[in-house]
């Protein structure tokens, strides 16, 4: 007889619970952002919270120009399809 094909299916389960080990491993010791959150100092929970503030208040900035800006049909026109000045 002929030496078998290469094992497929060996190196496919083989790869499977390498990765299933890892990902097992990485949910047991990797801490949610609740916990992260929970371990801080109260000196760091303060400037996470400001700049979530921050963050918040860039976003709804973002957004309120946005919607002045669909308002206004002439904002929907590109900048080159403007009649040039004399």
Request: aromatic share 6%.
């Amino acid at each position: 007889m002929s030496a078998p094909p290469f094992p497929w299916l060996r190196l496919t389960l083989s790869t499977v619970g390498i990765i299933g080990v890892g990902y097992m491993i990485m949910k047991a010791t990797v801490p949610t952002p609740e916990q992260t959150y929970a371990a801080m100092s109260p000196d760091l929970r303060r400037k996470v919270d400001a700049n979530r503030a921050a963050r918040l208040a860039r976003e709804t900035a973002t957004k309120a120009q946005e919607n002045a800006q669909s308002i206004d049909p002439d904002s929907q026109k590109p900048i080159w399809a403007d009649k040039p000045r004399p």
